[in-house]
């Protein structure tokens, strides 16, 4: 039988890599033969849709010198990038999470604002990625 030896892999979505600037995947495959002496070419590039990006609520609460936001995720996305605005400047990239809070220190500024996006790629504040944006906090 000419299919005997054919396998299936099956990637879970936990396993995915970030998403796109346009919330999509980025994929392509390589076949590599059991005993690994044998490759093939990389596959062309395919694009695959990503869950839609829907706001969730959340809450950034401040105690002694640390700040902390908490927010929640019905697709329960593997990783999130946050990105924190102190005062009047620009919103920074600040970290990673896998998990639904992130916490980090005050820097002696006036007041904070923090987004939560879908991991991406490119490590940049996108609109389009944003599940959860917080009020601006005062810290004084």
């Known amino acids: 039988m000419a299919d ?23 994929l392509r495959y390589r076949i590599v033969s059991d005993d690994k ?10 694009l695959a849709t990503a869950n839609t990006v829907e706001s969730v609520s959340g809450n950034l609460s401040i105690s002694g010198n640390s700040l902390v936001a908490t ?3 019905s697709n329960n996305r593997p990783r999130y990038d946050i990105f924190v605005k102190f005062d009047n400047g620009n919103y920074l990239y600040h970290g990673t999470s896998p998990i639904h809070t992130y916490g980090f220190l005050k820097t002696g500024t ?5 987004v ?8 940049t ?8 944006e917080s009020n601006l906090v005062s810290l004084v």
């Open 125 to 132: 504040r996108n609109a389009a990625l944003t599940i959860f």
């Open 116 to 123: 939560v996006q879908v991991e991406g790629i490119n490590k």
């Open 37 to 46: 002496n044998r490759t093939s070419h990389y596959s062309p590039i395919f």
């Open 110 to 114: 006036i007041n904070v604002r923090v």
């Open 4 to 26: 005997a030896g054919i396998k299936k892999l099956i990637i879970p979505k936990n396993q995915l890599p970030p998403v796109s600037d346009n919330n999509e995947y980025v």
């Open 71 to 73: 927010w929640g995720d």
